[in-house]
């Protein structure tokens, strides 16, 4: 029975991204780089003379270069002016098209004057977030910071890499809703797509589609599914 390592470099680990390997993937998979930092990598590299060692980290879209994500699709999608509005229906200004934006993102859409004044008037400076996206009316759902957490979510699609590990029963048990994000305590139940998860705090960008990666108290990738 093949697990995933412990990563020693957390900043470079990759475990998110793999957990929907099975035993039949694990079991010829080596990783080779798992007990190293990136700076030892580095090292390697300069004494095998490859040109890459001193090679800055990628911090656009992995397949196509240091470009932002609008840049980019602003290139093969057209804009396509929308409205803003909170939870509650309100109109809060206009966005470029909701395939520009994200769950979870801040702000990038403008706020009607009138709306702005109001805040100011009342000594306020709220933090919009992207709650949902309604992409048959092209309008963004926008929340302020609290309002914007989330700490429930079901997951589907579920790929456990022992077939005998019921998360429902890891008392101990850490989910990661993005790569690089933060471990977070969470209790599962099974529901009848996969899991409900239930997460010791709110946290923001739960968004459908996205993966939610588990992993047991000693930081081993255990497994994974998708947010429904």
Same mark, same amino acid.
């Given at each position: ?10 900043? #470079? ?6 957990? =929907?390997?099975? *035993? ?11 007990? +190293? ?8 590299a ?8 001193? =090679? =800055? ?19 093969r ?11 509650? &229906? ?14 979870? *993102? ?5 706020? +009607?004057?009138?709306v ?16 949902? =996206? ?54 599962a139940k099974?529901?009848?797509? &996969?899991?409900?998860?239930? +997460?010791? #705090? ?7 589609? *996205? ?18």
């Open positions: 029975m093949s697990r995933l390592v412990i990563p020693r470099d957390k900043h #470079k680990d990759q475990t998110y991204f793999l957990w =929907k390997l099975t *035993q039949k993937e694990l079991a010829h998979v080596l990783f080779p780089l798992g007990d +190293l930092l990136k700076s030892e990598v580095r090292e390697i300069k004494k095998a003379n490859l040109s890459v060692a001193d =090679k =800055k980290d990628s911090q656009g879209i992995c397949f196509v270069g240091n470009v932002e994500v609008k840049d980019f699709l602003s290139r999608l057209k804009k396509k002016a929308g409205v803003v509005r909170n939870k509650n &229906g309100k109109k809060l200004g206009n966005h470029d098209g909701v395939w520009f934006y994200t769950i979870g *993102q801040r702000g990038g859409w403008e706020i +009607l004057p009138e702005q004044r109001e805040l100011v008037q009342k000594g306020e400076t709220p933090i919009f977030y992207v709650i949902s =996206k309604d992409a048959a009316d092209n309008e963004l759902i926008v929340a302020e910071d609290t309002e914007a957490l989330s700490d429930f979510f079901e997951v589907s699609e579920v790929n456990l890499f022992n077939i005998k590990n019921d998360i429902e029963k890891i008392r101990n048990l850490y989910v990661r809703i993005r790569h690089g994000g933060e471990l977070i305590g969470a209790r099974k529901s009848e797509n &996969g899991y409900f998860v239930e +997460l010791i #705090k709110g946290v923001r960008g739960v968004a459908s589609g *996205q993966s939610a990666v588990f992993y047991s108290e000693d930081g081993v990738c255990i497994g994974g599914g998708v947010i429904v």
